[in-house]
């Protein structure tokens, strides 16, 4: 009770305490650009510039960015407006042949086969974390702001190579961390939504509709180009960032790390 008291009382000159609400647009690349786009015009009335765009590099191998292509120059007029650009796997395709059965059913039932992070080795997630980096780095002329692996998978080799890489920040479904110094920056759910069948698109939007609520200093919001197939999943979506909204500050993930 006694802590509460000091808390109430000196939360007027610490802003960090306050709730926050971290909000990402998912699988940005060319294939997707009309799609986040429209993602990009939802957010932007309930959190400003506060965005999160997670970057594929090239997208199962047939959607890569280019250097000095028109969508090069998009990602660079978003780094300059403010958004964080996140490394988002490099190909976001897991070819991966799992031998254990369970491996398998995770991989292809869970993720479809999108969880790239999740079997590779410490060199090759490595070496797709550095040369992912550089590129969206020679395209924004500025550091990335963190890793988030596709699918929120992450195997042993990957976690090694992110502490490898020295990354400052990454993600998975319950908590922020950092790999560089092991530092846990926030625990709390992502709110997201799937639609690959009905009973998931349900599932997702009961889940959202319980989880926008959750009495938690942090909250954090994910939406997919593949959301914008089904308007109810984009009602959802608008709903749970103007509730969240109301009563959190939109906040950056670079924030968390300070
Ligand atoms: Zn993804």
Redesign the pocket.
């Known amino acids: 009770m006694q802590r509460l008291a000091k808390e109430t009382r000196t939360s007027h000159i610490q802003p960090m305490v306050s709730p926050r609400l971290l909000a990402s647009i ?2 940005v690349g060319p294939r997707f650009e009309s799609e986040v786009d429209r993602l990009i015009d939802l957010f932007r009335p309930h959190v400003g510039d506060r965005i999160a765009l ?1 970057v ?1 590099p090239n997208r199962w191998d047939e959607s890569p960015i280019l250097p000095g292509s028109p969508f090069a120059t998009r990602l660079r007029e978003w780094a300059d407006l403010g958004f964080e650009i996140f490394l ?2 490099f190909l ?1 395709q897991d070819a991966t042949s799992y031998d254990r059965p369970a491996d398998r059913l995770r991989a292809q039932w869970m993720t479809a086969s ?1 969880g790239e992070f999740l079997g590779l080795s410490r060199a090759e997630a490595r070496r797709r974390i550095e040369h992912g980096r550089s590129l969206i780095q020679s395209i924004t002329g500025q550091p990335i702001t963190g890793f988030i692996a ?2 929120w998978l992450y195997g042993p080799g990957a976690l090694d190579a992110l502490g490898d890489c020295e990354i400052p920040i990454a993600e998975d479904h319950w908590r922020v961390w950092s790999p560089a110094s092991g530092a846990v920056l926030s625990r709390s759910p992502v709110i997201t939504w799937a639609s690959r069948s009905g009973t998931r698109l349900r599932a997702s939007l009961a889940a959202a509709a319980i989880l926008r609520h959750a009495p938690m200093r942090d909250l954090r919001v994910g939406a ?1 180009p593949q959301d914008c197939s089904s308007p109810r999943l984009l009602q959802s979506i608008d709903k749970t960032l103007a509730v969240t909204a109301r009563s959190r500050r939109a906040a950056a993930y670079a924030e968390l790390v300070g």
Do not use: K, T
Request: proline share 9%; net charge negative.
């Open positions: 998912h699988d997670l594929i988002h796997g976001h999108e596709p699918a997919h």
